[in-house]
């Protein structure tokens, strides 16, 4: 077993453990520990997104009693998925992987911080969106510098990139004519989560298979693309219902 499988197979047993406690407490479905409402949808359901938050909560108490930025935590997220690029070119996908994964954590401290120091504003969501953007964007660089001697997956990491864009992109123009549409599998956190725990899986299971690096992977980015161009033209057309019905 790999160093990184080893690490999240670790991780995972804490995770697992702590779950019971969780499970056993009082806390409320869709309720953060401080109490406040917690909103988004999660494809592999609203308990585990729930628990997730109440994990981190610790980590987000400590950094608003000593009053960090949440634009700290904004910049933390792009500066891991610009490690994750160089580390994709370099052929490290283990190691790419934890940093997609960590840089995810990064963009949910940013929010959570915000809320609980409440001085979230329309900049602090405009930057955390917009960098968001240029971090997707960094780690399907790194994937096509990776992959750059494979036609068929420079293409799909070209429309993996653009699916992932398209679905922020329906979502945000329909908030801005009035309709709010946050339905499909393939958001960004199902995103970060499918490439970097197959990033973090390849290695072991590739050769397990007696597979060439990164074999394991681009089944990975199949699903990714299709999903999230799948995930665009639903709201394309949900939105565009819409607009007809309430026009």
Same mark, same amino acid.
């Given at each position: 077993?790999? @160093? ?6 670790? /991780?995972?047993? @804490? ?14 479905? !869709? +309720? ?10 999660? +494809? ?31 910049? /933390?997220?792009? &500066? ?27 963009? +949910? ?8 120091? !409440? ?54 123009? !329909? ?51 299709? &999903?999230?161009?799948?995930? @665009?033209?639903?709201?394309? +057309? ?10």
């Amino acid at each position: 077993m790999h @160093a990184e499988v080893a690490v999240f197979v670790s /991780l995972l047993g @804490a995770a697992l453990v702590s779950m019971v406690p969780y499970a056993l407490g009082p806390g409320r479905a !869709g +309720v953060s520990p401080d109490g406040s409402a917690r909103k988004g949808s999660f +494809v592999l359901g609203r308990w585990l997104r729930d628990w997730f938050y109440w994990a981190i909560h610790p980590l987000k108490a400590w950094a608003v009693r000593a009053k960090w930025s949440p634009d700290t935590f904004n910049y /933390l997220g792009l &500066a891991l998925s610009l490690a994750s690029m160089a580390l994709y070119a370099k052929g490290d996908l283990g190691a790419a992987g934890w940093m997609l994964l960590l840089g995810g954590i990064a963009d +949910v401290l940013d929010g959570e911080v915000a809320r609980g120091r !409440g001085i979230d504003s329309p900049f602090g969501a405009f930057l955390d969106s917009t960098l968001d953007r240029f971090s997707e964007v960094a780690m399907f660089i790194g994937l096509a510098a990776f992959y750059a001697e494979t036609r068929t997956a420079t293409v799909l990491i070209a429309a993996g990139l653009g699916g992932s864009l398209l679905v922020s992109y329906t979502r945000a123009r !329909g908030e801005s004519v009035g309709v709010v549409c946050k339905a499909g599998v393939m958001q960004r956190a199902e995103r970060m989560l499918a490439l970097g725990f197959g990033s973090i899986f390849d290695r072991t299971l590739s050769e397990q298979w007696g597979r060439p690096p990164g074999s394991i992977l681009i089944y990975i980015i199949w699903i990714v693309a299709l &999903a999230s161009i799948g995930t @665009a033209i639903y709201r394309t +057309v949900w939105i565009s219902r819409e607009l007809r019905r309430t026009r």
